[in-house]
């Protein structure tokens, strides 16, 4: 009986150590890239070019396009917060904050709701920053490799593959 119970102390100790090393190992600067599936994308509203200026969709390929190009960097705090930076997008940089949690191999991102009015933004379905305040925030959900070494989801609606890579 006492060594199935040192037994089972020793399992709760070494999945708690595992637990701490899975989070500490993903803390830091990740590098990521937007790959998106053209053949999952709706077609521009109102022909080419999505109807003109009033918030029309843009051309699927075109986006795809801008996506490929776009810079995004994610810093994983130690005390669960993150920043998110994007550049190559339509306007210069975007900067999101917000804070992060894990659960097993899962790791929900939850940018913080601006103090302000709403705001438009070109950031990419799923990248966006919430609607303006007092919106109930979008977490955005990344699943981490098996060897630690990225973190993947998706955006744009589920036509777009988002991966982090440290």
């Known amino acids: 009986m006492k060594a199935g119970f040192r037994f089972a102390i020793s399992l709760v100790a070494a999945a708690t150590l595992v637990g701490v090393s899975f989070a500490s190992q993903i803390t830091g600067k990740w590098t ?59 306007r210069s940089d975007q900067t999101q904050k917000g804070t ?35 919106s109930k925030p979008k977490p955005t959900v990344l699943t981490l490799s098996k060897d630690g070494k990225s973190l993947t989801g998706t955006t744009m609606r589920g036509a777009g593959t988002i991966t982090f890579t440290h």
């Open 100 to 134: 992060w949690s894990q659960v097993g191999n899962h790791v929900t991102l939850l940018v913080a709701p601006p103090a302000g009015p709403p705001k438009n933004t070109s950031a990419p379905r799923g990248l966006e920053p919430n609607a303006g305040a007092g």
């Open 32 to 90: 990521g890239h937007i790959k998106i599936d053209l053949s999952k994308m709706k077609a521009p509203a109102g022909g080419e070019g999505g109807g003109g200026g009033g918030g029309g969709r843009r051309d699927p390929a075109k986006m795809a396009e801008m996506m490929s190009k776009m810079s995004i960097t994610l810093t994983l705090n130690a005390d669960k917060t993150f920043v998110r930076v994007m550049k190559g997008g339509r």
